[in-house]
């Protein structure tokens, strides 16, 4: 059983206007192009999706989420939302622009979402860029099907020994291609074994989708402890932002053993 233990931590800010009702979404214009017109509902709060329909025929082909919102109970929920913003169309590549500055990459013959963070440049971080572990698991390897590196933090990987065998494993922030859920892979150095957190598969309160990570480092076991005044850390744990509050950053930690 693989001994990788993430905290999640809520650092909260007040909410001006956590009450108010959010103004209803944009009407986003719809693109066509090569016979297929690509709509944004805009009717989920919880996640952003697009919708390809037959333009001489008028029949859907086929629906893709964007991307996910991921919502507190403790809130409101309506102000939590987020939708698309805008389509357009860049060399046969659909653009999608959310609400929150997001700009998301759709390859209309793979359906693969891939998104661009205004934090790194284009050339900054890429693919080529993960270790030799990561390369060999995730970018040419059998997970690459279901799953592709995410560019959504930097850095996009961290380095730690988490199973507390000695040997230095490795930590990818990766997204769910179907979904485009983020989440982390933890590839192990000695074994080559690899266990996803998030990216569609729920650990803890951290919930199956770690869109909400803005940050995240490697710490300790002893360090964490010594930080929270515990003399053990042994469960997954996440603080919530009360009521009246909003999440204006959050971070993952992982631990080593």
Known sequence: MTRVIVTFIALVLPLCSALSKRTAPATVPPVVHEGIRYVAPNNDGRRGYIEAWDFQTNKKLWELTVFTNRIDPTLEEDVQWVFIQSLSLRDGTLIVTSERGKTYQIDLKTKAVTQSDPRLSPSSATVHDIPEPGQRAIANGPLAKKYEVSFHVNPFYLR???????????????????????GIAIIHESTNKVTILGA??????????????????????IRAAHATGETSVSTPSRRRASRGQKRSSQRADLLER
């Open 160 to 182: 730690g020994d988490f199973n507390g065998d000695g040997k230095i494993d490795l930590a990818v922030l990766v997204k769910q291609r179907s979904t485009g859920k983020v």
């Open 200 to 221: 569609g598969t729920a650990i803890g309160n951290g919930g199956n989708d770690f869109e909400w990570l803005d940050t995240w480092q490697v710490y300790s076991k």
